[in-house]
């Protein structure tokens, strides 16, 4: 199947939420939309009583301005053409006395004249209804703006309607028994469905869909306004009238042939998972949706990735309470961990497939499928869960300890924002978005060049407007780093296992950094005049990594010194103990000038957490003894 086909069964599949409205995080009401219906923003609604007769009229404010109104094949593809809405559109169409106050535009009456026309059949078929009959009855006095105008809804600037009046929507409302609105009728949609379905089978020539082999009234026209960041693209779209790409290959214009209805579902299928689902960066969306009861936890799922899951943070501190006094080990942290992940995808169905879907706008008037994947839900958690299980690091808090795992924007962030960011940061960002995705839902590893950013940024600590900030792209990188290492969770936590030469030399120049970090703190509660500066080891870890035994010589003569003394006897024995223990495995064969390879972060990190990791009392005061 097609992504096309896909989204022709999402809407198939969906029925029972047309109509039904539901609200994104900005608070803007959506749903499912009927098919020839389209979603607009209405300024003004009028009311009317079941006679036809003026009852009401009001400006309305941003929480009510989504409508659902009906739309034809030419209406909801309309630029400068006139083109109108059957029931609700722009004061030029619907109001007849709209000539009398735009003397100036030379379309004036033909604005009203195309809405009367196709309005008027919809009211005079089998298909029509009560309110439909009340509306056309208030639409044959041709008093519309004459009564805007006495209800204080429009003003007239010299007598003419402004610019902005001619352009704003209309939605028509009668008040009766039926307690729903008109835009929110179901009743409504299937009265004008079925009229024009009806009207296109008897006006519109039939030819083959090539989605579904039916012979079918086509249209050449795709629906626009699927993705609001863009909102001019269309899914499908063709302009090469003169059959210059396809010559010799087909006749015309046939290269693509889609059934009316067909394309009314999968345009309004995507632009209802783009508005209820969707990732967004810049103009770009990354869409995620199953089958059934696991759409909903896929979509949460593939949110996770890129902005974390509240709860489960809630969930990791409950756990950790729980085991405390059983020893705070990061085995034993990364085994609670773990057993919440297994939760996490829990209410996946497994023998259902994941849709997974990136567009963009090529132009201004194209969408672009960026990538286009589908997999088993089996193979889509458990890749979800092998990025969580290992893209992690132990740090620590208020509460102890716990595993730390990065979210994709916190990661792209660490590797190209700089300052506020901007449109440069904005562009990266969408394209590294794309591939951190795909590499992790297929259980690939993340890109090395964005890992190779991250390290370079980190080699120069001075480059950073605060000290918090590079150690958080340190903890991000040490995570990402694990996942590729697939190591799990014993490379989480100091593994004192790992006799890597650069992991080694890493966790040196975090007991280095240590030893300054503690006195200089010393010295600035005892004196509020000495400065805040970086330490000796982390100005130096451009050159550390390079010629990591040089340097660590000049830093080492450099604490000894200067900091070393000021440390107390038990410091001193914890510090010395494990510099010691780290230059017997590295006297062999790692004193040397080779240069580092990016483990060395990890090792730092790990070694930084372990020095600041919270000990009991008793603990402490032994080892102060």
């Known amino acids: 199947m097609t992504v096309f086909q896909d989204l022709v069964k999402v809407y198939d599949d969906n029925q029972d939420m047309i109509g039904k409205f539901e609200q994104d995080q900005f608070k803007n009401d959506y749903t499912l939309l009927p098919a020839s219906h389209v979603s607009v923003r209405v300024q003004i609604e009028v009311t009317l009583n079941k006679d036809g007769q003026f009852y009401t009229a009001r ?21 400068s053409n006139i083109a109108a809405h059957p029931l609700q559109d722009k004061i030029k169409y619907v109001a007849g006395d709209y000539s009398e106050y735009a003397t100036n535009d030379k379309k004036a009456k033909a604005y009203h004249e195309d809405y009367q026309d196709i309005f008027g059949q919809w009211v005079q078929s089998k298909f029509s209804n009560a309110r439909l009959i009340a509306i056309e009855k208030y639409q044959e006095k041709n008093s519309l703006i004459k009564d805007l105008i006495s209800a204080g809804v429009v003003t007239l600037d010299s007598g003419k309607l402004t610019s902005k009046d001619r352009d704003a929507y209309v939605r028509f409302d009668v ?28 006006k519109t020539p039939l030819n083959i869909d090539y989605l579904t082999g039916k012979l079918v009234p086509i249209t050449k026209l795709i629906e626009k306004n699927i993705n609001p960041a863009t909102s001019g693209a269309k899914l499908i779209s063709a302009n090469d009238s003169s059959n210059f790409t396809y010559r010799g290959m087909f006749l015309g214009d046939d290269f693509y042939s889609i059934g009316y209805l067909e394309s009314q579902k999968m345009t309004h299928a995507l632009k209802w998972l783009i508005q209820r689902q969707a990732l967004k960066s810049d103009s770009r969306v990354y869409l995620f949706w199953s089958e059934g009861n696991s759409n909903d936890s896929v979509a949460q799922t593939a949110k996770s990735l890129t902005s974390g899951i509240t709860d ?15 020893g705070d080990t990061g085995q034993q942290i990364s085994h609670a961990y773990n057993s919440r992940l297994l939760g996490l995808t829990s209410d996946i169905e497994y023998g259902k497939l994941v849709h997974i879907i990136f567009l963009d706008a090529a132009t201004t008037g194209r969408m672009a499928t960026v990538y286009y994947n589908f997999m088993d839900t089996k193979i889509f958690k458990e890749n979800i869960e092998h990025w ?40 990266l960002k969408k394209h590294a978005l794309g591939e951190m995705i795909v590499a992790i839902t297929t259980g690939q590893s993340i890109s090395g060049d964005l890992l190779t950013v991250i390290q370079h940024r980190l080699a120069k600590p001075q480059g950073y407007d605060a000290l918090h900030q590079w150690y958080n792209d340190l903890y991000n990188f040490a995570a990402a780093f694990n996942y590729n290492q697939k190591g799990g969770k014993k490379n989480m936590a100091l593994n004192i296992d790992n006799h890597d030469r650069s992991y080694l030399f890493g966790r040196l120049l975090a007991l280095a950094n240590d030893m300054e970090e503690r006195v200089l703190y010393q010295r600035q509660s005892a004196n509020s005049n000495v400065s805040s500066r970086l330490t000796t080891a982390l100005r130096f ?4 990594s390079n010629q990591p035994a040089t340097t660590w010589k000049r830093i080492n003569e450099s604490i000894v010194q200067s900091y070393f003394g000021s440390l107390s006897a038990g410091s001193q024995h914890y510090y010395l103990g494990q510099v010691t223990d780290i230059l017997d495995l590295l006297e062999d064969h790692g004193m040397t000038d080779e240069p580092l390879t990016p483990q060395y972060l990890t090792g730092f990190a790990s070694q930084y957490v372990y020095n600041h990791k919270k000990q009991d009392k008793k603990t402490s005061l032994q080892t102060e003894a």
């Not at 404010?61 to 909801?76: L, Q, R």
């Not at 009766?176 to 179901?186: L, V, Y």
């Not at 620590?396 to 940061?425: E, M």
């Open 59 to 79: 400006q309305l404010d941003k929480p009510g301005e989504t409508t659902v109104i009906p739309a034809t094949i030419h209406s909801a593809n309309r630029a």
């Open 175 to 202: 008040y009766d028994d039926n307690p729903e609105s008109i835009w929110r009728d179901t009743e409504m949609y299937q009265s004008w469905t079925k009229f024009y379905g009806q009207l296109l089978k008897e």
């Open 312 to 326: 489960w943070q809630t969930q990791k501190y409950q756990l950790l309470s729980q085991s405390k006094g059983q």
């Open 388 to 427: 969580a299980k290992n893209c992690g690091v132990i740090i620590n808090d208020g509460g102890g300890q716990h595993i730390y795992t990065p979210t994709i924007n916190q990661l792209i962030s660490s590797a190209y924002k700089v300052g506020r960011g901007g449109q440069r940061y904005e562009t």
């Open 541 to 544: 870890m451009t050159n550390f």
